[in-house]
Nanobody, 123 residues
Framework: QVQLVESGGGLVQAGGSLRLSCAAS????????MGWFRQAPGKERELVAA????????SYKDSVKGRFAISRDNAENTVYLQMNSLKPEDTALYYC????????????????WGQGTQVTVSS
């Protein structure tokens, strides 16, 4: 069992930055690949970024490439999402998720989810 707690969301102006954190419980954090998802009102949940167990490989949604960066610290049981050059269309509830798979890009492949942290970007 893994419990995930996100933090770092908030209100920011367009062009600003935020860093989301996701703290995981348990001793086996490094056994899970991790992902950041987001869901805006009236829209489906979508993958923003994913990272392998070791952090050696990452994947990004096309619209955030070059602006967002996912990373992890297995010693601290934490995964991060650095978000730069934020746009109003980035406004959403952001979730982190963990999967037993080596790597996953579909929400159905993730086993554990956090409660989410709200990101609001004003124009």
């Amino acid at each position: 069992q893994v419990q995930l707690v996100e933090s770092g969301g908030g209100l920011v102006q367009a062009g600003g930055s935020l860093r989301l954190s996701c703290a995981a419980s348990g001793r086996t954090f490094s056994s899970y690949a991790m992902g950041w998802f987001r869901q805006a009102p009236g829209k489906e949940r979508e993958l923003v970024a994913a990272i392998t167990r070791s952090g050696g490989a990452t994947s990004y949604k096309d619209s955030v490439k070059g602006r967002f960066a996912i990373s992890r610290d297995n010693a601290e049981n934490t995964v991060y999402l650095q978000m730069n050059s934020l746009k109003p269309e980035d406004t959403a509830l952001y979730y982190c998720a963990a999967t037993r798979m080596a790597f996953a890009e579909s929400s159905e492949q993730y086993d554990y989810w956090g409660q989410g942290t709200q990101v609001t970007v004003s124009s």
